[in-house]
């Protein structure tokens, strides 16, 4: 036992710590399921929790005789598959994988209650909750080998899960076609809305953030040099941000649209990632929502986790490019893709970002605090809040509406004008101009009244004909 103990629980405490599950619980999982590794499976096939084959496996497979637990039946024999690992540490990670990204046909995972919880008890309670085992005795004989073995003792410093964000903004600067009407790039206003995303991001807590296309937009990233880097990265969602293009000519379409890989039925945590980001967008931008769809696109398709792309508007719609030309509703954007992405993982707001906040505390950017018509967005943190106020040439404000920072375009002193002296008929030019006004009054060119009064476009060109014309001049 003690031989087994000290095998396994290094691994555990590598691989549990880092998913913020208990070394504890792993232990006295493998303890219990692998008959302290002596068992068939652990034996031959290093699986340690009896994890069957299922129908995501591709490597190798070892087929037993397995008892199976049922309300009607109760205890009975069945021959199943089930997974053969290189090591004991492969096998570990598997079933932490499952832990914490759940069952791939389900939206919500549903062993979302084992991560992150301190109590080993309630930790056993949650695995079985989730229908983990079949047997009824299982959370109290996991209780009982954690506490005959002392194995809370492994559990200390365990640390919350690390979630991973890759996010990329569509194309690159240069890439064709990819413009308004007007010329302007596609990736400029994707390239807005990702910053905007990583930066609300980054005031979650636990939270790793990648962004796979190029920050300049000098280069347009191949899509497959993206998707291999999120998949390495092992991130858990990923969000590929877009503006969309109907026909290349302005026109009154428009709306905001979300896809994931088709058919959406049969990607449910993507449709979850996706269900909680669009409805954000859509309020985000005051768009048209065209809804979430299926689409064959590669960043949605070769990522292995839950991905979605989206379409923040139409560059060619007369309507959808007033909002994108608005910087403060593009990182209004970013904010809300950002703040349903951490919906979705099940982020915290960091102890810095918490503390100075106070807690669910907004900083509203508008013209004026009474004008409410006018405000562009509401956000958690304050330097995007700046941000989007200095874009906009708006105001900050806090919750009791107290001005915090002023990005209002100031208004430039006005120039002191010099008073206008009054149009007097009998007023004289001024010497230096006596001679030559007369000349032009002699000529027919102007009748003289008035020398000092500032003369219209159309007054100055009659009497430069008038003096084209003029026999003297010619």
Not at 95 to 101: G, I, N, R
Not at 123 to 138: E, L, R
Not at 166 to 186: F, L, Q, S, V, Y
Request: aromatic residues 8%; hydrophobic residues 35%; proline residues 3%.
């Amino acid at each position: 036992m003690t031989s087994f103990i000290d095998r396994l629980a290094p691994i555990a405490q590598k691989y549990g710590k880092a998913a913020g599950v208990l070394p504890s619980l792993l232990l006295a999982q493998g303890i219990l399921e692998s008959a302290s590794g002596t068992s068939e499976l652990a034996v031959k096939a290093n699986n340690l929790f009896g994890i069957k084959k299922g129908s995501g496996w591709s490597g190798e497979v070892y087929a037993k005789d397995s008892k199976e637990w049922s309300a009607d039946r109760g205890w009975y024999s069945a021959v199943s598959e089930f997974r053969r690992y290189p090591s004991y540490a492969e096998c570990v990670e598997d079933l932490l994988h499952k832990y914490t990204h759940g069952l791939d046909w389900e939206k919500h995972n549903r062993y979302a209650a084992v991560i992150d919880e301190t109590d080993y008890r309630k930790a056993a309670q949650a695995v079985f909750a989730a229908g983990y085992a079949t047997d009824p005795a299982y959370p109290e004989k996991l209780i009982k080998v954690i506490e005959q073995y002392g194995l809370s003792k492994y559990d200390e410093g365990v640390s919350s899960v690390v979630k991973k964000v890759a996010i990329d903004a569509g194309h690159g600067m240069n890439t064709a076609g990819k413009r308004t009407p007007a010329g302007e790039r596609e990736w400029s206003f994707n390239d807005k809305v990702v910053r905007a995303a990583i930066a609300e991001l980054n005031t979650y807590s636990n939270v790793e953030v990648l962004r796979l296309d190029d920050p300049t937009g000098r280069t347009d990233v191949p899509l497959k040099t993206r998707t291999d880097r999120a998949n390495a990265f092992k991130a858990d969602v990923l969000v590929s941000v877009h503006h969309n293009a109907m026909t290349g000519r302005w026109g009154n379409h428009g709306g905001v649209e979300t896809f994931t890989y088709t058919p959406v039925s049969r990607n449910p945590k993507s449709k979850a990632l996706a269900d909680r980001v669009h409805p954000k967008i859509v309020q985000a931008m005051g768009l048209g929502n065209r809804g979430i769809k299926g689409g064959n696109l590669h960043m949605v398709r070769e990522f292995k986790g839950s991905a979605i792309l989206t379409e923040g508007g139409f560059m060619d719609s007369n309507i959808d490019i007033k909002a994108m030309r608005n910087d403060a509703k593009l990182m209004v954007q970013g904010v809300a893709i950002a703040q349903g992405i951490a919906e979705y993982l099940g982020l915290q707001k960091g102890q810095a970002e918490t503390a100075s906040s106070g807690g669910e505390k907004f900083y509203r950017v508008r013209k004026s605090w009474t004008d409410a018509k006018s405000q562009v967005g509401a956000f958690m943190s304050f330097a995007i809040a700046k941000k989007a106020a200095d874009d906009a040439g708006l105001n900050v404000y806090d919750e009791s509406g107290k001005l915090v920072h002023s990005g209002g375009k100031k208004e430039e002193p006005k120039k002191e004008e010099k008073p206008v002296e009054k149009d007097d008929k009998h007023a004289k030019p001024s010497a230096s101009l006596q001679k030559e006004f007369g000349e032009a009054v002699e000529v027919g060119i102007t009748d003289g009244t008035y020398p000092n009064r500032q003369a219209t476009r159309a007054e100055v060109a009659v009497m430069v004909l008038r003096g084209m014309e003029s026999k003297k001049w010619k």
